[in-house]
């Protein structure tokens, strides 16, 4: 009985989509803890005059919803923080359900158009209104994701 060699090209004609998967998952990770990390060195830093007066009017401008009263410096500061944390659960679901169900990455699946989606939806954001490092870090998990869809069974 002779055992016959195949190619490793033959035996897996197509790329995995799992690892750009994957670094589109990081990419959200990094986008969350480096958003984190900025605005606790801001907090941390000694304010320059241009901050100063800024966080002095937003402190003076208020909005009160439902009962609750807040400065619109405490709106802005909370829903970013918010939002970095929610970027951080994304990046770690994604990393935890693809490791437990690959099959969720590797055919073309929802689970697969939904960081796309939401990955293109941030780019397109942080374009108009972000300075380049989180254009930079969008445009690498757009195009991680996309690629993993394009290496996906259909």
């Known amino acids: 009985m002779s055992a016959t060699v195949t190619p490793a090209l033959e035996r897996n004609p197509r790329p995995k989509p799992l690892r750009p998967f994957r670094a589109g998952a990081g990419g959200f990770l990094l986008l969350g803890t480096g958003h984190l990390a900025l605005a606790a060195a801001t907090a941390l830093g000694d304010p320059n005059p241009q901050q100063q007066a800024s966080s002095a009017a937003m402190r003076e401008s208020s909005m009160t919803l439902l ?25 770690l679901l994604a990393l935890t359900a693809v490791r437990h169900a690959p099959a969720l990455v590797e055919r073309r699946t929802a689970f697969g158009w939904i960081p796309l989606v939401a990955s293109l939806v941030g780019l397109a954001i942080s374009v108009l209104l972000l300075p380049i490092p989180p254009i930079v870090v969008l445009t690498v998990t757009t195009c991680a994701f996309a690629l993993s869809l394009r290496r996906a069974t259909p």
């Not at 009962?67 to 990046?91: K, N, P």
């Open 67 to 91: 009962g609750l009263e807040r400065s619109t410096l405490d709106i802005v500061q909370g829903m970013s923080l918010v939002m970095a944390l929610f970027v951080i659960a994304c990046g």
